[in-house]
Nanobody, 127 residues
Framework: QVQLVESGGGSVQAGGSLRLSCAAS????????MAWFRQAPGKEREGVAS????????DYADSVKGRFTISQDNAKNTLYLQMNSLAPEDTAMYYC????????????????????WGQGTPVTVSS
């Protein structure tokens, strides 16, 4: 059974930092695409960052480049999103996702590519 569980969200002031985690289980191959998405109220889902676990190739949305970093632990069972210099426009529900099909590198920042999703963790940034 594939399972993705996010944690680490919360409320911070502008300029602050948070680290989101996504615990992944149920995968038989570590070489696949994973990504973080976010969705704010009244807004469409937005791809934030992606990573290919077989080569640590990454991609980022322009809006978060230089501020957010996607990574995984040495055991390749936990995905992270380090978020620095947070701004109010970063307020959203953040989701992790995984795709077990043959990857195209860099991994896509489009939601239709991903079949497995976590439940989300909320991030609120106040000015």
């Amino acid at each position: 059974q594939v399972q993705l569980v996010e944690s680490g969200g919360g409320s911070v002031q502008a300029g602050g930092s948070l680290r989101l985690s996504c615990a992944a289980s149920g995968y038989t191959d570590s070489n696949y695409c994973m990504a973080w998405f976010r969705q704010a109220p009244g807004k469409e889902r937005e791809g934030v960052a992606s990573i290919y676990t077989g080569g640590l190739s990454t991609d980022y949305a322009d809006s978060v480049k230089g501020r957010f970093t996607i990574s995984q632990d040495n055991a390749k069972n936990t995905l992270y999103l380090q978020m620095n210099s947070l701004a109010p426009e970063d307020t959203a529900m953040y989701y992790c996702a995984a795709d077990r099909t043959p990857p195209v590198i860099p991994c896509a920042l489009r939601g239709y590519v991903y079949a497995d999703w976590g439940q989300g963790t909320p991030v609120t940034v106040s000015s």
